[in-house]
């Protein structure tokens, strides 16, 4: 089993779509029975696939998380680190570099930060 709390990212998605996201080697079949079988939770209680997240939920799958296997955590971070602790780091990042990944980028300055961190 394994807990999420939704942070600002996912607020307003449908939880299906969420699950798609979090868990891509998952079958959707078996992602919609866990979702039919009461198996994934929101807030402790049963969700179902069109319910929306908001930030602050506590999702509850019976998946364990996984790390990407496309990302090694032997991947150097060439960009330097302003400040971090616990919860936050602040990175200077030149113009031009893609933060997220996606519209034709495979990885962003996120993945890549997640990689070399093993995150």
């Known amino acids: ?17 969420f699950l798609r996201k979090m868990f891509p080697d998952i079958p959707l079949s078996r992602l919609y029975k866990d979702l039919r079988r009461n198996r994934v939770k929101v807030n402790g209680r049963k969700a179902g696939g ?6 602050g939920d506590r999702v509850t799958v019976p998946y364990e998380k ?11 971070f060439l960009y330097p680190i302003i400040y971090e602790d616990e919860e936050i780091a602040v990175v200077d990042k030149p113009g031009g570099v893609v933060v997220h990944k996606g519209s034709g ?3 962003g300055l996120i993945e890549e930060f997640r990689a070399s961190f093993g995150l």
């Open 105 to 107: 980028h495979a990885k």
């Open 1 to 17: 089993m394994a807990d999420f709390i939704i942070g600002p990212d996912f607020d307003g998605s449908r939880v299906d779509r």
């Open 50 to 55: 069109k319910d929306r997240l908001h930030a």
């Open 66 to 76: 996984k790390q990407s296997i496309s990302l090694s955590s032997d991947v150097p």
